[in-house]
């Protein structure tokens, strides 16, 4: 069983940046697929990026291109979210996530972390 917490959320600027963490532990971090997730009031949850165990292999979605990064430190057993350029349609709670090994669907969550942008 994977447990996960998030870190880093908070109320910034637009413009501005921050880093979200999530730390797992109860399973071998390297093995589990990472995907980051964020739903706003209102609005359906949606994938923001996802990383493979390795590390080689990211996925952002368009609307994140080039402002956010995926990573992860496996030696840590954490992921990052790094967000730049924030703007108010980047206001939602953030959800880190763990791939199934054996499902294929993301099995396990973390509590969430808030992100506000004030424009």
């Known amino acids: 069983q994977v447990q996960l917490v998030e870190s880093g959320g908070g109320l910034v600027q637009a413009g501005g940046s921050l880093r979200l963490s999530c730390a797992a532990s109860?399973?071998?971090?390297?093995?589990?697929?990472m995907g980051w997730f964020r739903q706003a009031p209102g609005k359906a949850r949606e994938m923001v990026a996802r990383i493979s165990g390795g590390g080689r292999s990211t996925y952002l979605a368009d609307s994140v291109k080039g402002r956010f990064t995926i990573s992860r430190d496996n030696a840590k057993n954490t992921v990052y979210l790094q967000m730049m350029s924030l703007n108010s349609e980047d206001t939602a709670t953030y959800y880190c996530?763990?791939?199934?090994?054996?499902?294929?669907?993301?099995?396990?969550w973390g509590q969430g972390t808030q992100v506000t942008v004030s424009s």
């Open positions: 109860g399973g071998t971090f390297s093995l589990y697929v």
């Open positions: 996530a763990a791939l199934g090994l054996v499902s294929g669907n993301y099995d396990y």
